[in-house]
């Protein structure tokens, strides 16, 4: 059974920086895309970053290209999201998931961990 668990969260004054990361473990990943999504208060969970686990290809929606880097150790079955300067709009829990190649569903998530940033 895949399970995956985030740390890193936390608070954080706009413009700091922090990493989250995805502990992934039940299964070997190598034909898997690991993510990251986040939900607002009051607003529809949203996609962020994804990395190919066997290739290492990567995107990311357009409001963070330049400031967050998602990358994987494969040893560690963990999935990284580096957060730099940060914006008080990037408040929100944030999830890891993860689903399988050729899939367009994420169908395994994770708990979840804040992320506030204070103007």
């Known amino acids: 059974q895949v399970q995956l668990v985030e740390s890193g969260g936390g608070l954080v004054q706009a413009g700091g920086s922090l990493r989250l990361s995805c502990a992934a473990s039940?299964?070997?990943?190598?034909?898997?895309?690991l993510g990251w999504y986040r939900q607002a208060p009051g607003k529809e969970r949203e996609f962020v970053a994804a990395?190919?686990?066997?290739?290492?290809?990567?995107s990311y929606v357009d409001s963070v290209k330049g400031r967050f880097t998602i990358s994987g150790d494969n040893a560690k079955n963990t999935v990284y999201l580096l957060m730099n300067n940060l914006k008080p709009e990037d408040t929100a829990v944030y999830y890891c998931?993860?689903?399988?190649?050729?899939?367009?569903?994420?169908?395994?998530w994770g708990q979840g961990t804040q992320v506030t940033v204070s103007s």
């Open positions: 039940g299964r070997t990943f190598s034909n898997y895309y």
């Open positions: 990395i190919s686990w066997s290739g290492g290809s990567t």
């Open positions: 998931a993860a689903r399988m190649t050729g899939r367009a569903k994420y169908d395994y």
